[in-house]
Protein backbone atom coordinates (compact mmCIF):
# COMPACT_ATOMS: atom_id res chain seq x y z
CA UNK A 1 0.00 0.00 0.00
CA UNK A 2 0.95 3.81 -1.10
CA UNK A 3 -0.29 6.22 1.85
CA UNK A 4 1.06 10.29 1.12
CA UNK A 5 1.95 12.45 3.66
CA UNK A 6 -1.33 14.39 2.13
CA UNK A 7 -3.56 14.20 -0.49
CA UNK A 8 -6.40 16.61 -1.51
CA UNK A 9 -8.30 15.06 -4.21
CA UNK A 10 -10.81 13.65 -2.17
CA UNK A 11 -11.73 17.14 -0.41
CA UNK A 12 -11.64 18.46 -3.96
CA UNK A 13 -13.96 15.51 -4.77
CA UNK A 14 -16.29 16.36 -1.88
CA UNK A 15 -16.65 20.14 -3.30
CA UNK A 16 -16.73 19.97 -7.27
CA UNK A 17 -20.31 19.80 -7.80
CA UNK A 18 -20.42 22.84 -5.36
CA UNK A 19 -17.12 24.74 -6.43
CA UNK A 20 -17.12 23.87 -10.08
CA UNK A 21 -20.23 26.40 -10.71
CA UNK A 22 -18.65 29.20 -8.69
CA UNK A 23 -15.66 29.30 -10.51
CA UNK A 24 -17.05 29.09 -13.82
CA UNK A 25 -18.94 32.07 -12.80
CA UNK A 26 -16.14 33.29 -11.51
CA UNK A 27 -14.14 32.92 -14.61
CA UNK A 28 -16.95 34.88 -16.92
CA UNK A 29 -16.82 37.44 -14.36
CA UNK A 30 -13.89 39.39 -15.53
CA UNK A 31 -13.36 40.35 -12.07
CA UNK A 32 -9.98 38.44 -10.65
CA UNK A 33 -9.12 40.07 -7.83
CA UNK A 34 -10.10 41.36 -4.42
CA UNK A 35 -14.24 42.32 -4.46
CA UNK A 36 -17.07 40.48 -3.20
CA UNK A 37 -15.82 37.58 -2.95
CA UNK A 38 -12.84 38.46 -0.92
CA UNK A 39 -14.83 40.90 1.43
CA UNK A 40 -17.15 37.89 1.99
CA UNK A 41 -14.35 35.68 3.06
CA UNK A 42 -13.39 38.17 5.36
CA UNK A 43 -16.18 39.05 6.86
CA UNK A 44 -16.68 35.20 7.35
CA UNK A 45 -13.38 34.54 9.14
CA UNK A 46 -13.84 37.65 11.47
CA UNK A 47 -17.37 35.76 12.17
CA UNK A 48 -15.61 32.50 12.53
CA UNK A 49 -12.37 33.74 14.79
CA UNK A 50 -14.43 35.93 16.39
CA UNK A 51 -12.49 38.94 15.90
CA UNK A 52 -12.95 42.40 14.67
CA UNK A 53 -10.80 42.86 11.50
CA UNK A 54 -9.99 39.68 9.53
CA UNK A 55 -7.44 40.89 6.79
CA UNK A 56 -6.59 39.03 3.41
CA UNK A 57 -3.18 38.86 1.94
CA UNK A 58 -1.48 36.78 -0.73
CA UNK A 59 0.66 34.25 1.83
CA UNK A 60 1.17 33.69 5.44
CA UNK A 61 4.88 34.61 4.57
CA UNK A 62 3.67 38.55 3.48
CA UNK A 63 1.06 38.73 6.52
CA UNK A 64 3.83 37.67 9.04
CA UNK A 65 5.66 40.88 7.24
CA UNK A 66 2.99 43.63 6.83
CA UNK A 67 2.00 42.46 10.81
CA UNK A 68 5.84 43.60 11.55
CA UNK A 69 5.47 46.45 9.30
CA UNK A 70 2.75 47.65 10.71
CA UNK A 71 4.01 47.51 14.13
CA UNK A 72 6.43 49.72 12.85
CA UNK A 73 9.04 47.21 13.71
CA UNK A 74 12.69 47.66 11.71
CA UNK A 75 16.30 48.03 11.58
CA UNK A 76 18.32 47.20 15.06
CA UNK A 77 15.00 45.89 16.69
CA UNK A 78 14.35 42.84 18.31
CA UNK A 79 12.01 40.34 18.03
CA UNK A 80 11.50 37.12 20.47
CA UNK A 81 10.46 34.47 18.49
CA UNK A 82 10.92 30.07 18.71
CA UNK A 83 14.28 28.42 17.05
CA UNK A 84 11.55 25.45 16.16
CA UNK A 85 9.32 26.90 12.99
CA UNK A 86 9.47 26.85 9.29
CA UNK A 87 11.79 29.72 7.91
CA UNK A 88 9.13 31.74 6.92
CA UNK A 89 9.00 33.34 10.45
CA UNK A 90 12.15 33.88 11.50
CA UNK A 91 12.70 35.10 7.34
CA UNK A 92 10.16 38.05 8.01
CA UNK A 93 11.21 39.28 10.80
CA UNK A 94 14.64 39.57 9.59
CA UNK A 95 13.23 40.53 6.12
CA UNK A 96 12.18 43.91 8.11
CA UNK A 97 15.21 44.62 9.07
CA UNK A 98 14.84 43.19 12.59
CA UNK A 99 16.67 40.47 14.87
CA UNK A 100 15.29 37.28 15.66
CA UNK A 101 16.10 36.32 19.20
CA UNK A 102 15.48 33.25 20.15
CA UNK A 103 13.64 30.77 22.92
CA UNK A 104 14.21 27.81 23.46
CA UNK A 105 10.75 25.56 23.16
CA UNK A 106 9.28 23.19 25.27
CA UNK A 107 10.09 19.25 24.76
CA UNK A 108 6.21 18.02 24.96
CA UNK A 109 4.52 20.32 22.59
CA UNK A 110 6.77 22.11 20.19
CA UNK A 111 6.35 25.64 21.35
CA UNK A 112 8.52 28.31 22.63
CA UNK A 113 9.08 28.02 26.47
CA UNK A 114 6.95 31.05 27.90
CA UNK A 115 9.13 31.00 31.21
CA UNK A 116 12.24 31.71 29.25
CA UNK A 117 11.40 34.78 27.32
CA UNK A 118 11.52 37.45 29.52
CA UNK A 119 15.14 36.90 30.45
CA UNK A 120 15.47 37.51 26.49
CA UNK A 121 14.23 41.15 26.64
CA UNK A 122 16.07 44.32 26.30
CA UNK A 123 15.82 47.41 25.61
CA UNK A 124 15.84 46.76 21.61
CA UNK A 125 12.97 43.59 22.08
CA UNK A 126 9.58 45.16 20.14
CA UNK A 127 7.82 42.62 19.95
CA UNK A 128 6.64 38.19 20.58
CA UNK A 129 6.44 36.13 17.77
CA UNK A 130 5.27 33.02 19.04
CA UNK A 131 4.59 30.27 17.00
CA UNK A 132 1.37 27.66 17.14
CA UNK A 133 3.62 24.74 15.50
CA UNK A 134 1.79 22.19 14.51
CA UNK A 135 -1.42 23.58 15.58
CA UNK A 136 -0.78 23.40 18.99
CA UNK A 137 -1.10 26.92 20.59
CA UNK A 138 1.37 28.57 22.85
CA UNK A 139 0.70 29.76 26.38
CA UNK A 140 -1.01 33.00 25.35
CA UNK A 141 -1.71 33.91 29.13
CA UNK A 142 1.74 34.23 29.54
CA UNK A 143 2.80 35.94 26.32
CA UNK A 144 0.19 38.44 26.66
CA UNK A 145 1.30 38.98 30.40
CA UNK A 146 4.27 39.61 29.09
CA UNK A 147 4.04 41.74 26.22
CA UNK A 148 1.49 44.17 29.06
CA UNK A 149 4.59 44.44 31.47
CA UNK A 150 7.02 45.45 28.47
CA UNK A 151 5.01 47.15 26.21
CA UNK A 152 5.49 44.75 23.12
CA UNK A 153 3.61 44.03 20.31
CA UNK A 154 2.67 40.21 20.05
CA UNK A 155 2.68 38.77 16.40
CA UNK A 156 1.25 35.38 16.65
CA UNK A 157 2.54 33.03 13.79
CA UNK A 158 -0.63 30.81 13.60
CA UNK A 159 0.48 29.47 9.98
CA UNK A 160 -0.48 26.22 10.65
CA UNK A 161 -3.29 26.63 13.54
CA UNK A 162 -6.38 28.16 11.85
CA UNK A 163 -9.25 26.04 13.61
CA UNK A 164 -7.03 25.51 17.41
CA UNK A 165 -8.28 27.51 20.31
CA UNK A 166 -6.62 28.96 23.64
CA UNK A 167 -8.41 28.74 26.66
CA UNK A 168 -12.14 28.40 24.63
CA UNK A 169 -10.90 30.72 22.35
CA UNK A 170 -10.19 30.82 18.78
CA UNK A 171 -6.84 31.48 17.73
CA UNK A 172 -6.87 34.65 15.87
CA UNK A 173 -8.94 36.07 18.16
CA UNK A 174 -6.48 38.19 19.54
CA UNK A 175 -5.74 39.93 22.80
CA UNK A 176 -7.96 42.60 23.95
CA UNK A 177 -5.19 43.23 26.78
CA UNK A 178 -2.21 43.88 24.60
CA UNK A 179 -2.74 46.50 22.43
CA UNK A 180 -0.95 45.71 19.19
CA UNK A 181 -1.93 41.83 18.78
CA UNK A 182 -2.35 40.22 15.43
CA UNK A 183 -2.74 36.93 14.59
CA UNK A 184 -1.47 35.65 11.07
CA UNK A 185 -2.57 32.66 8.93
CA UNK A 186 -1.28 30.84 5.69
CA UNK A 187 -3.76 28.81 3.75
CA UNK A 188 -0.89 27.18 1.61
CA UNK A 189 -2.83 24.26 0.03
CA UNK A 190 -1.35 21.85 2.48
CA UNK A 191 -2.89 24.03 5.30
CA UNK A 192 -5.82 22.65 7.08
CA UNK A 193 -7.62 25.48 5.55
CA UNK A 194 -5.93 25.40 2.06
CA UNK A 195 -6.24 27.60 -1.30
CA UNK A 196 -5.83 26.19 -4.48
CA UNK A 197 -2.66 28.42 -4.85
CA UNK A 198 -1.38 30.88 -2.07
CA UNK A 199 -3.06 32.69 0.52
CA UNK A 200 -2.90 33.99 3.90
CA UNK A 201 -5.07 36.19 6.35
CA UNK A 202 -3.94 38.72 9.29
CA UNK A 203 -6.53 39.49 12.02
CA UNK A 204 -6.54 42.18 14.51
CA UNK A 205 -9.21 44.11 17.27
CA UNK A 206 -7.11 47.19 16.44
CA UNK A 207 -8.72 49.85 14.10
CA UNK A 208 -5.24 51.76 13.53
CA UNK A 209 -3.52 48.13 13.09
CA UNK A 210 -6.28 47.04 10.53
CA UNK A 211 -6.35 50.46 8.59
CA UNK A 212 -1.64 50.00 8.18
CA UNK A 213 -1.95 46.99 7.32
CA UNK A 214 -5.12 47.22 4.77
CA UNK A 215 -3.06 49.95 3.27
CA UNK A 216 0.63 48.09 3.15
CA UNK A 217 -1.23 45.24 1.32
CA UNK A 218 -1.81 47.29 -1.27
CA UNK A 219 1.16 49.78 -1.81
CA UNK A 220 -0.64 52.24 0.80
CA UNK A 221 -1.43 54.19 -2.15
CA UNK A 222 -4.92 56.45 -1.55
CA UNK A 223 -6.75 57.62 1.24
CA UNK A 224 -6.13 54.56 3.46
CA UNK A 225 -2.09 55.07 2.71
CA UNK A 226 -2.03 58.91 4.22
CA UNK A 227 -4.01 57.48 7.08
CA UNK A 228 -1.80 54.49 7.89
CA UNK A 229 1.17 56.81 7.41
CA UNK A 230 -0.01 59.43 9.92
CA UNK A 231 -0.72 56.69 12.41
CA UNK A 232 2.37 55.69 12.18
CA UNK A 233 3.59 58.82 12.53
CA UNK A 234 2.07 59.48 15.77
CA UNK A 235 -0.75 61.41 14.45
CA UNK A 236 -4.49 60.20 15.40
CA UNK A 237 -5.08 58.96 11.91
CA UNK A 238 -7.94 61.28 11.16
CA UNK A 239 -6.01 63.40 9.21
CA UNK A 240 -7.33 66.71 7.54
CA UNK A 241 -7.40 66.58 3.64
CA UNK A 242 -5.83 70.41 3.44
CA UNK A 243 -5.38 69.87 -0.05
CA UNK A 244 -2.55 72.32 0.42
CA UNK A 245 -0.84 70.40 -2.19
CA UNK A 246 -2.59 70.64 -5.54
CA UNK A 247 -0.37 68.38 -6.85
CA UNK A 248 -1.07 65.40 -4.37
CA UNK A 249 -4.47 65.22 -4.04
CA UNK A 250 -4.90 61.60 -1.63
CA UNK A 251 -6.02 59.27 -4.12
CA UNK A 252 -5.33 56.13 -6.66
CA UNK A 253 -1.93 56.29 -7.69
CA UNK A 254 -0.75 58.44 -4.77
CA UNK A 255 1.33 56.90 -2.31
CA UNK A 256 2.12 57.12 1.24
CA UNK A 257 4.77 54.32 2.23
CA UNK A 258 6.42 51.55 0.86
CA UNK A 259 4.33 48.58 0.88
CA UNK A 260 3.46 45.67 -1.06
CA UNK A 261 1.14 43.80 -3.37
CA UNK A 262 -0.01 41.31 -1.46
CA UNK A 263 -3.94 41.10 -2.61
CA UNK A 264 -5.86 37.88 -2.44
CA UNK A 265 -6.98 36.32 -5.71
CA UNK A 266 -11.09 36.01 -5.73
CA UNK A 267 -10.96 32.64 -6.76
CA UNK A 268 -9.18 31.71 -3.42
CA UNK A 269 -11.62 33.56 -1.92
CA UNK A 270 -14.26 31.30 -3.18
CA UNK A 271 -12.41 28.16 -2.52
CA UNK A 272 -11.51 28.96 1.20
CA UNK A 273 -15.09 30.61 1.67
CA UNK A 274 -16.37 26.80 1.05
CA UNK A 275 -13.88 24.54 2.80
CA UNK A 276 -14.12 26.98 5.79
CA UNK A 277 -17.42 25.61 6.36
CA UNK A 278 -16.31 21.91 6.54
CA UNK A 279 -13.21 23.12 8.52
CA UNK A 280 -14.41 21.34 12.33
CA UNK A 281 -15.04 18.89 10.46
CA UNK A 282 -11.80 18.55 8.95
CA UNK A 283 -10.36 19.18 12.24
CA UNK A 284 -12.34 16.87 14.00
CA UNK A 285 -11.22 14.09 11.57
CA UNK A 286 -7.76 15.10 12.46
CA UNK A 287 -8.52 14.82 16.35
CA UNK A 288 -9.56 11.33 15.67
CA UNK A 289 -6.88 10.12 13.83
CA UNK A 290 -4.41 11.55 16.37
CA UNK A 291 -6.29 9.66 19.02
CA UNK A 292 -6.22 6.44 16.97
CA UNK A 293 -2.50 6.59 16.57
CA UNK A 294 -2.38 7.31 20.55
CA UNK A 295 -4.70 4.19 21.55
CA UNK A 296 -2.50 2.31 18.63
CA UNK A 297 0.80 3.05 19.92
CA UNK A 298 0.58 3.41 23.56
CA UNK A 299 2.62 0.20 23.99
CA UNK A 300 5.63 1.22 22.34
CA UNK A 301 7.51 2.91 25.40
CA UNK A 302 10.51 4.30 22.93
CA UNK A 303 7.79 6.10 20.87
CA UNK A 304 6.80 9.71 22.71
CA UNK A 305 3.51 10.82 21.41
CA UNK A 306 2.69 14.49 21.14
CA UNK A 307 1.38 16.22 24.07
CA UNK A 308 -2.35 18.07 23.94
CA UNK A 309 -2.63 20.48 26.93
CA UNK A 310 -5.33 20.39 28.67
CA UNK A 311 -6.65 24.40 28.10
CA UNK A 312 -5.87 23.98 24.02
CA UNK A 313 -8.12 22.71 21.29
CA UNK A 314 -5.46 21.26 18.66
CA UNK A 315 -5.87 21.36 15.20
CA UNK A 316 -3.02 18.98 14.75
CA UNK A 317 -1.89 20.38 11.40
CA UNK A 318 0.92 18.11 12.37
CA UNK A 319 0.91 14.51 13.83
CA UNK A 320 4.38 14.19 15.38
CA UNK A 321 6.37 11.77 16.92
CA UNK A 322 9.31 11.41 19.11
CA UNK A 323 11.93 8.57 18.54
CA UNK A 324 15.20 7.86 18.96
CA UNK A 325 15.21 5.91 15.97
CA UNK A 326 14.01 8.77 13.36
CA UNK A 327 16.30 7.97 10.26
CA UNK A 328 15.55 4.61 10.46
CA UNK A 329 11.86 4.63 11.44
CA UNK A 330 11.70 7.35 8.62
CA UNK A 331 13.05 4.70 5.64
CA UNK A 332 11.13 1.81 6.99
CA UNK A 333 7.83 3.79 6.55
CA UNK A 334 9.52 5.02 3.38
CA UNK A 335 10.08 1.66 1.90
CA UNK A 336 6.80 0.44 2.71
CA UNK A 337 5.08 2.92 1.31
CA UNK A 338 4.08 5.10 4.20
CA UNK A 339 5.13 8.57 3.51
CA UNK A 340 6.16 10.24 6.41
CA UNK A 341 7.65 14.14 6.66
CA UNK A 342 10.80 15.73 9.05
CA UNK A 343 9.81 18.40 10.15
CA UNK A 344 11.54 20.06 11.11
CA UNK A 345 15.46 18.47 9.99
CA UNK A 346 17.38 21.77 11.46
CA UNK A 347 16.48 24.45 14.24
CA UNK A 348 16.39 27.71 12.74
CA UNK A 349 19.76 29.21 14.82
CA UNK A 350 21.55 26.80 12.84
CA UNK A 351 19.76 27.58 9.07
CA UNK A 352 22.90 28.87 6.52
CA UNK A 353 20.90 32.36 6.05
CA UNK A 354 20.71 32.78 9.38
CA UNK A 355 24.39 31.88 10.99
CA UNK A 356 25.04 36.00 10.62
CA UNK A 357 22.74 35.85 13.66
CA UNK A 358 25.98 34.50 15.18
CA UNK A 359 24.01 31.52 17.35
CA UNK A 360 25.86 28.06 17.54
CA UNK A 361 25.07 24.75 18.29
CA UNK A 362 24.07 24.33 21.82
CA UNK A 363 22.70 27.39 22.22
CA UNK A 364 19.12 26.45 22.58
CA UNK A 365 19.40 22.66 23.37
CA UNK A 366 15.86 21.12 23.45
CA UNK A 367 14.77 22.56 19.69
CA UNK A 368 18.09 21.21 18.75
CA UNK A 369 17.11 17.27 19.86
CA UNK A 370 13.56 17.91 18.73
CA UNK A 371 14.99 18.45 15.35
CA UNK A 372 16.98 15.16 15.41
CA UNK A 373 13.81 13.20 16.83
CA UNK A 374 10.45 14.09 15.49
CA UNK A 375 8.60 12.50 12.57
CA UNK A 376 5.49 13.65 11.63
CA UNK A 377 2.77 10.42 10.33
CA UNK A 378 0.14 11.21 7.22
CA UNK A 379 -3.07 12.42 9.14
CA UNK A 380 -4.97 14.26 6.51
CA UNK A 381 -8.49 14.21 7.24
CA UNK A 382 -9.40 12.00 4.21
CA UNK A 383 -6.98 8.99 5.50
CA UNK A 384 -9.44 5.46 5.81
CA UNK A 385 -9.13 2.84 8.43
CA UNK A 386 -7.43 0.61 5.95
CA UNK A 387 -4.74 3.19 5.63
CA UNK A 388 -4.73 3.92 9.48
CA UNK A 389 -4.68 0.49 10.65
CA UNK A 390 -2.07 -0.55 7.60
CA UNK A 391 0.63 2.77 8.98
CA UNK A 392 -0.02 1.41 12.61
CA UNK A 393 0.53 -1.92 11.12
CA UNK A 394 3.96 -0.80 10.13
CA UNK A 395 5.43 1.25 13.37
CA UNK A 396 4.54 -1.43 15.50
CA UNK A 397 6.75 -4.36 12.87
CA UNK A 398 9.51 -1.74 13.18
CA UNK A 399 9.37 -1.28 17.02
CA UNK A 400 8.88 -5.28 17.23
CA UNK A 401 12.02 -5.47 15.28
CA UNK A 402 13.82 -3.35 17.47
CA UNK A 403 12.52 -5.24 20.70
CA UNK A 404 9.61 -3.53 21.81
C1 LIG B 1 4.82 28.29 10.83
C2 LIG B 1 4.72 28.92 9.46
N1 LIG B 1 4.98 30.22 9.33
C3 LIG B 1 4.88 30.83 8.14
C4 LIG B 1 4.52 30.15 7.01
C5 LIG B 1 4.48 30.86 5.70
O1 LIG B 1 3.26 30.77 5.04
P1 LIG B 1 3.18 30.85 3.45
O2 LIG B 1 3.79 29.61 2.89
O3 LIG B 1 1.72 30.95 3.16
O4 LIG B 1 3.91 32.07 3.04
C6 LIG B 1 4.23 28.79 7.10
C7 LIG B 1 3.82 28.03 5.90
O5 LIG B 1 4.32 27.04 5.52
C8 LIG B 1 4.35 28.15 8.36
O6 LIG B 1 4.11 26.84 8.49
Not at 3 to 27: C, S, T, Y
Request: with cysteine; proline share 4%.
Amino acid sequence: MNIPILDLKGQAKELEEVLMPKIREWFLSGGYIGGEHVKTLEKDLEKYLNVKHAITVGNGTDALVIALRACNIKENDEVITTPFSFFATSEAIASVGAKPVYVDIKEDTFVIDEEKIEKHITSKTKAIMPVHIFGHPCNLDKIYEIANKYNLAVIEDACQAIGSKYNEKMIGSCSEKVKKSITCFSFFPTKNLGACGDAGLITTNNDELDIIMRALKEHAGGQMGMQAKSILEGKDGEEEITDVDPLYNPYKYYNYLIGYNSRMDSIQAIILGEKLKHLDKYNSRRNEIATFYKNSFKEISGLIMPKVEDNVYHCFHQFALKTQYKKELNKFLIDNGVSNAEFYPVPLHLQKALLYLGYKEGDFPVAEKVCTETICLPVFPDLNQEQLDYIALKVKEFYEKKGN
